[in-house]
């Protein structure tokens, strides 16, 4: 397999170049694996932006309990991409059901009831590698973007910066059009 022409040039060559990482999955090993590769390629010299849709923003979100009481009960707030008018009941049901925070992950294989990500959590520990908290906000502080769909906040009920642990901006569909129209390396996770 060959390497593509600009992959022979030097550092200052590659610098311009963008990429874009949409993390529609709320996965851990997923959401490691699109982190890691953000932060990668950003340290490297490609401005690197991720867009986060459905689940994937769970990675973003504040950690709460299944028994937190505002994680059930909370009064739905408005927030950058919200429309309350047309919200419904069932939001509380999909926010009270809906993995809150990086922690709080499963795996896409060998889950067994959070056991799997428990056990994959303990060996990075042991391993000494970043959790997936510690690549968040080192991929923030590297200065990957972060977009949160604007259909996702609505529907799923995220206030916009209130529910998230690091800055995001909102944006629709024809903004991630106009990103990856600029991108030399775009991936789905």
């Known amino acids: ?27 851990l090993d997923k959401a490691i694996l699109a982190f890691e590769i953000a932060a990668g390629f950003q340290a490297m010299g490609m401005q690197m932006s991720m867009w986060f849709v459905l689940y994937g923003a769970n990675c973003l979100r504040k ?6 009481p505002s994680k059930w009960f909370a009064r739905l707030r408005g927030g950058s991409g919200r429309v309350t008018e047309t919200d419904s009941a069932l939001q509380h049901l999909v926010r009270g059901l809906n993995h809150d925070g990086a922690s709080h992950l499963p795996l896409s294989q060998l889950n067994y009831g959070g056991l799997g990500s428990l056990a994959v959590r303990h060996i ?16 923030r502080e ?15 009920a995220v ?3 209130d529910d998230l642990i690091v800055e995001a901006e909102v944006k629709g569909v024809s903004a991630y059009y106009l990103d990856v129209e600029g991108a030399d390396y775009n991936v789905t996770f």
């Open 1 to 27: 397999m060959s390497l593509p022409d600009h992959a022979n040039q030097p550092d200052g060559a590659r610098r311009g170049r963008k990429g874009v990482i949409l993390l529609v999955s709320g996965e």
């Open 63 to 68: 950690p709460r309990s299944m028994l937190s």
């Open 124 to 139: 990075m520990r042991r391993k000494g590698m970043m959790q997936l908290e510690d690549l968040i906000h080192r991929s």
């Open 142 to 156: 590297l200065g990957v973007r972060f977009t949160v769909c604007q259909i996702c906040v609505d529907a799923m």
């Open 159 to 161: 206030s916009v910066p």
